[in-house]
């Protein structure tokens, strides 16, 4: 038994089999990985992990919404529970790190804990969630932790839901029983997750760890220009109610706002469809989607009324009508500042490099921390590439990363 417990490191070469293992299922040509959420690749790499979590003798446990952990429990039957993960799914031909890392880090560092013959003085759970990218509806194995999806939920206009219900059901996910996947937020310590950063920051900063201190708040619209068709030959320019050119004056308009309005504000828009769709007709009618992010939810607030005033004056200006309809809205996250400390000293002590960051993507992590603390650790993403298959992090930031996160462990729950 090792006694020493700050000398207490993840054994990297098992991390990396495991990592090496795992990016095998559902590999794609070019190095990248097709693990959609309840895909065969995606049930494959559940039971490979069911496998590793009994292999490791700890205890497999499968909840309601198909979220699958393994449990190294406390003595006390009664402690809370540490939960530590991230998510096994991916999106179409997406890279290997992406949710992989934070998974296989949780599992390796339980395995360290229980071989070390430590006794943790807190249930720990090493998790992985179920969709968190959305194939099907995004953070759905987290929000339904929290308490925020029952079976009346599955309805999405985006999706053809009987293929959702079905998939499930081939999952041994049964909708009447979604709601027992909640759990009591007494009976959780906190919850955290390590993972790519997915942006340049660290990367160009040669940063070791980032240490999320806030997680972006993100609102999407639908937009529509409505004008007129006509003949594009004889129609004067005076005469024209042209809703692509009220569409094309509010996307330039509305990266120029945020630019020089919002600082660390960001805007998208990614979908753009035109009626009638001929290039001899003026166009009728412009359908925008448009995403904006903001690390502060008041500002992102702004920012949308500064959007919406925006694409009221481009109607104007081109003599259009405008709808705009918000789809989604998800508020900023704050993580908890004791966390960020507790990662701050492990990383002082495990000697690497690190900063406070803010992610612009979204992560099971800003579920959890609706409900209890939350903390965050970030890798350097190289050039900042990810949701493709050149997704990379050095293997070295891989094992700082966990063995920083194995450290936070031991100071919160060992
Ligand atoms: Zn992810």
């Known amino acids: 038994m090792e006694t020493d417990c700050s000398a207490l490191r993840v054994n990297s070469a098992r991390l990396r089999a495991d990592f090496d293992a795992l990016a095998e299922i559902g590999a794609t040509v070019g190095g990248g990985v097709s693990r959609l959420a309840l895909s065969n690749e995606d049930l494959e790499a559940r039971s490979w992990f069911a496998d590793r979590i009994e292999e490791a003798g700890l205890q497999v446990k499968d909840d309601e919404v198909g979220n ?42 339980l395995r360290r804990i229980k071989e070390a013959g430590l006794k943790p003085r807190y249930h720990l759970e090493a998790i992985n ?4 990218e959305g194939t099907w509806k995004s953070l759905f194995g987290s929000n339904a932790i929290i308490g925020k999806i029952s079976a009346n939920d599955i309805s ?7 293929a959702f219900r079905a998939a499930l059901y081939r999952a041994g996910i049964m909708l009447p029983e979604l709601g027992n996947a909640r759990r009591k937020a007494e009976t959780v310590l906190g919850f955290l997750e390590l993972h790519i950063e997915q942006g340049k920051t660290l990367h160009d900063r040669q940063c070791d760890i980032g240490i999320v201190d806030r997680i972006v708040g993100r609102t999407t619209y639908n937009v529509a220009f409505y004008g007129e068709a006509a003949h594009a030959g004889t129609t004067t320019a005076e005469e024209r109610h042209d809703a692509l050119q009220g569409a094309a004056a509010f996307i330039i308009g509305a990266h120029k706002r945020v630019s020089e309005e919002f600082s660390e504000g960001v805007v998208n828009c990614g979908y753009v469809s ?4 001929s290039f001899n007709v003026v166009p009728a009618e412009a359908s925008l989607r448009v995403e904006f992010r903001h690390p502060d939810t008041a500002t992102l607030d702004d920012m949308e009324a500064r959007l919406i005033a925006l694409a009221e004056d481009c109607a104007r200006a081109y003599r259009l009508e405008v709808a705009m309809e918000r789809v989604m809205h998800r508020a900023a996250e704050r993580m908890s500042g004791y966390l960020v400390r507790q990662i701050e000293s492990a990383c002082r002590a495990e000697g690497v490099r690190c900063m ?34 050149r997704e990379f992090t050095e293997w070295r930031h891989i094992e700082m990363g966990a063995n920083v996160l194995l450290r936070t462990i031991m100071q919160l729950a060992v």
């Open 356 to 389: 406070s960051i803010a992610s612009y993507s979204g992560h099971n992590a800003q579920i959890m921390n609706q409900m209890v603390p939350a903390g965050m650790i970030f890798l350097p993403s190289v050039d900042g590439i990810s949701h493709n298959p």
């Open 129 to 132: 969630f179920t969709d968190e």
């Open 156 to 162: 999405d206009s985006l999706h053809d839901n009987m």
């Open 274 to 277: 035109v009626t009638p769709d």
């Open 68 to 109: 699958l952990s393994g449990l190294l429990p406390a003595e006390d039957a009664q402690a809370k529970t540490l939960m530590i993960g991230s998510h096994l799914d991916t999106v179409p031909n997406g890279g290997r790190y992406d949710g992989a890392i934070g998974v296989l880090a949780a599992l390796e560092c």
